[in-house]
């Protein structure tokens, strides 16, 4: 798994994975377009453009499945992206051997011509379970993701301000469950300056918290 910068990853199985690709105007992004080569999947947790950022075009230049929220499917294929995969919350839908189930999220979503709704994802691989939060606050289901999906791995925002702070996604640590917790969504911009250490060491022994600078990856 490799982060390419504020709430961007790379998930590599058997498919490479690509997660709210923000890349054009990202100021931490570790990777240019030239690098989003030999995708096979763009998931997009909602519409903001931090988050959706490049996702259309890397899906069109790879011909790669563009999985996210029913709204956002459809703007997509109005754009040219020939492989959608429209879900909402609560779904589970199978691209060839990676299955994909999506969560709620507590935030806003918007794009051009549209609204939908935000989300977050969990990605079953054939060796582990990664959850990506997307954009959200602390909710309490976030223990039923944790009792029915049973994610080992946890990538959650810790910016504030946007989306939940350090203080919120301890807790959110705690509800889950995972063995391993990796922050996002942090130090983009000065308004998401919150230091990810002061995480780890709140989160304690409840789990291993990875911190990933942009460019830097960890395998599972």
């Known amino acids: 798994m490799e982060y390419i910068g504020h709430s961007c990853f790379i998930i590599e199985d058997d498919k490479r994975i690509?997660?709210?690709?923000?890349?054009?105007?990202?100021?931490?992004?570790?990777?240019?377009?030239?690098?989003?080569?030999g995708?096979?999947?763009?998931?997009?947790?909602?519409?903001?453009?931090?988050?959706?950022?490049?996702?259309?075009e890397i899906a069109i230049d790879n011909d790669a499945t563009f999985v996210a929220m029913y709204e956002l499917t459809n703007f997509a294929a109005k754009k040219g992206v020939k492989k959608v995969e429209p879900m909402n919350i609560g779904g589970t839908i199978h691209v060839d051997d990676v299955e994909i189930t999506m969560t709620n999220a507590l935030h806003s979503s918007d794009f051009e011509g549209g609204a939908g709704h935000a989300a977050g994802f969990i990605v079953s691989l054939k060796d582990h379970k990664v959850y990506h939060a997307g954009d959200t606050g602390v909710f309490y289901d976030m223990k039923l993701i944790g009792q029915i999906y049973k994610p080992d791995i946890s990538i959650l925002p810790i910016g504030s301000r946007f989306t939940m702070g350090i203080r919120e996604a301890t807790k959110a640590v705690e509800l889950i469950g995972s063995e391993y917790v990796v922050p996002m969504h942090f130090g983009t911009?000065?308004?998401?300056?919150?230091?990810?250490?002061?995480?780890?060491?709140?989160?304690?022994?409840?789990a291993k918290v990875i911190v990933l600078?942009?460019?830097?990856?960890i395998t599972f």
């Open 39 to 56: 995708i096979d999947l763009v998931l997009v947790t909602h519409g903001h453009g931090d988050h959706l950022g490049d996702a259309m």
């Open 213 to 217: 600078k942009p460019g830097e990856s």
């Open 189 to 206: 911009y000065p308004a998401l300056d919150q230091d990810p250490y002061e995480f780890k060491k709140k989160v304690g022994e409840k």
């Open 18 to 37: 690509l997660i709210d690709p923000f890349i054009t105007g990202n100021p931490s992004a570790s990777k240019g377009m030239d690098d989003m080569k």
